[in-house]
């Protein structure tokens, strides 16, 4: 156990250097000279009842929450999960290795969003570093299966500069009610010849998440995934390739999201809004990405419109970059996947053998549901 030297502490980008703060670090199980074991449970009995309880109003009140305020858990060496790590608030892991799922991790009835590391009802915490490795875990009928790394109930969490994978889950790395959740330079999804079954990277039901400057890859499911009441989020910067569904998904009734300048490339499709169901799917904003040699399209929009308010609307897609997509129906943009009203389409670039546009409606009320621009 020691005080920390000075760092560079970065906290949903707030950076600044400072000293002090908590920090105990265990290598190979070793803390202290005393071996205290290599699993989780062990680390959770032993290590963390070493930080002290924390209150909310010793963060309350303060802007800028850096290592002054944070202690540090800093794991060096290979670890094993035999139940999900949890992390209290102010609290940082730093990882220098790996953490994989246990042989006696049991698989049965875990519930969504149980990571092997997860933060719940937690506050201004986070995982930075290291290998999280879920993908052992076998499918269990009524089981959700094990994240990587999940972030629930809380706000102001972090994830950084990890691998991250997961198998039978419903991503590798999940928010769920945890507002201003970053998720951000991280390394999620399979390999080449393994591809990992279930999503990479899921929001739901969350606000102001910011997720950028990702490898999401080799995912059977909807790589990056904005799902139901996901509003005011940010997708940025991110790479997108080889998934088997969409690169990016904003669906259900997302709204308010901002998806810029990521690339998808060689997935299912690029990048698609949809109301399934619920919806509707509402005023995100698709602008500056590049849809590469996709198989289906690479930009959709639309919604199952059988129900009132399963449809797509007010969403704005400007200045992408469209190429060599296959399209499910022969376009590389498919601007009416269904019901539409009132989406916007302007300064969109094409390439490649595929038409540009499918789905264009026509009718007294087409221009109302959509309005393509391209002079």
């Not at 419109?305 to 200045?319: D, E, Q, R, T, V």
Request: with cysteine; charged share 10%; net charge negative.
């Amino acid at each position: 156990m020691r005080w920390a030297n000075p760092v560079l502490v970065g906290v949903l980008g707030l950076a600044a250097t400072v000293s002090g703060g908590l920090t105990i670090s265990v290598v190979d199980g070793v803390l202290d000279g005393r071996f205290i074991g290599t699993y989780t449970s062990q680390i959770a009995a032993t290590v963390l009842p070493m930080f002290p309880p924390v209150d909310p109003d010793e963060w309350k009140q303060l802007a800028l929450i850096n290592s002054t305020t944070l202690r540090y858990l800093k794991l060096s060496g290979d670890y094993e999960c035999d139940t999900p790590l949890l992390l209290p608030s102010l609290l940082i892991l730093q990882l220098e290795g790996t953490i994989r799922a246990a042989s006696n991790l049991s698989a049965a009835d875990v519930p969504r969003f149980t990571g092997m590391v997860t933060m719940n009802n937690t506050e201004y915490s986070g995982v930075v570093g290291g290998t999280y490795d879920a993908s052992s875990v076998p499918a269990v009928n009524g089981s959700r299966g094990y994240q990587a790394i999940s972030i629930v109930n809380g706000g102001h969490n972090v994830v950084r500069s990890v691998r991250a994978i997961a198998n039978h889950s419903d991503s590798a790395i999940g928010i769920n009610m945890s507002p201003y959740a970053e998720v951000a330079h991280c390394d999620a999804g399979g390999e080449d010849g393994a591809m990992s079954l279930g999503r990479c990277i899921w929001t739901l039901a969350t606000s102001h998440a910011l997720i950028h400057h990702n490898h999401v890859h080799h995912c059977s499911a909807h790589a990056l995934d904005f799902d139901a009441y996901t509003t005011t989020s940010v997708a940025y910067g991110n790479l997108c390739e080889n998934n088997g569904e969409e690169g990016i998904f904003v669906e259900e009734t997302a709204s308010g999201n901002f998806v810029f300048n990521n690339t998808a490339r060689r997935n299912g499709a690029g990048i698609s809004l949809y109301s399934n169901a619920v919806g509707p799917v509402q005023n995100n904003v698709i602008i500056g990405n590049i849809l590469d040699s996709n198989l289906g399209n690479g930009l959709s929009c639309g919604g199952y419109g059988h129900l009132p308010g399963k449809y797509a609307l007010g969403n704005i897609f400007a200045s992408n970059t469209l190429l060599n997509n296959v399209g499910h129906d022969g376009g590389q943009a498919n601007v009416g996947h269904g019901q539409v009203i009132g989406n916007v389409w302007v300064d969109n670039t094409f390439n490649g053998a595929a038409s540009s546009w499918t789905g264009v409606p026509n009718g007294p009320t087409a221009n109302g549901n959509v309005s393509i621009f391209s002079p």
